[in-house]
């Protein structure tokens, strides 16, 4: 009987998973691309990268930017600081928008409905589904940026970059928790992952305003991207332990207030 129960509460998280397999596999394959790419490229132009740096005052809103010249510096503003925090950022909070939206748009939310589960549960298991997503798509980025790292010859703390991708899980599953929350309140799909992909693309530049502009330093604290800084822990191997706590409490009340809305909310089938 509780095999029987745990299996029809987990069906969901699993048909999620299943749903974004191939999502899965071609995210991880992109960005396993996109890290192949910068890594391998670093060797032809190493002697040019202190010029770029000083050509480019204006990029001083990319964190660590000031390391650029060392190879994992370059890293840091290449691939961490642009790809990583913000397109991955953006893309992961597209699905997640859809995840409920889609279902009550398509009016298949009668299906998921008919689970013998309450309403809350659908949404708690579309977050778990997605976290396999995050996971695999990380650590296969990783894994070809130490690969490719240790190929060319070039030294890259493996512990800074581990850590690095570690505390990406809080500042992703932030993301998604958020996407959930828009998608649970909006009912069209499109609309949502407008919405959410929006408040990213926000998030993320007013961190960088208060970056370039001392008089509106606080601005950043209102941003997802104020709470996980790739370069300290890629570049010096800090480990920002308040931060990691802001973005799971962060993350966790998204989830429940999402939660909480959609058992209470009407829902036209």
Known sequence: MIEVSVGLRLRIAYETVKENLKTTLVLS?????????????????????????????????????????????????????????????????????????????????????SNPIPRYRIVLEKFLGLISLVLIVNFATMATVHGITLAIGEELEFFNLLTTHILSIPYFLAIISLGILVSTIVDKKIKASMVVMAIVIGSYIFESVSLLAPDYEKLGLISLTHYFNPAKTLLEGNIDIIGTIILIIISTSFLLIAMGYFERRDIEI
């Not at 670093?42 to 005052?57: H, Q, T, Y």
């Not at 503003?77 to 953006?90: N, P, V």
Request: proline share 4%; charged share 15%; net charge negative.
């Open 29 to 113: 394959l992109i960005f396993m691309g996109v890290a192949a790419m910068y890594v391998s490229f670093l060797p032809s132009f190493k002697g040019s990268l202190e010029e770029l740096m000083r050509n480019f005052p204006e990029m001083g809103f990319i964190r660590g930017f000031e390391s650029f010249a060392s190879y994992p510096g370059f890293l840091n503003a290449e691939l961490y600081q642009i790809f990583w925090m913000l397109i991955l950022a953006i893309i992961f909070s597209y699905i997640a928008a859809s995840l409920i939206s889609k279902e009550i748009e398509g009016k298949t939310m009668d299906i998921l409905l």
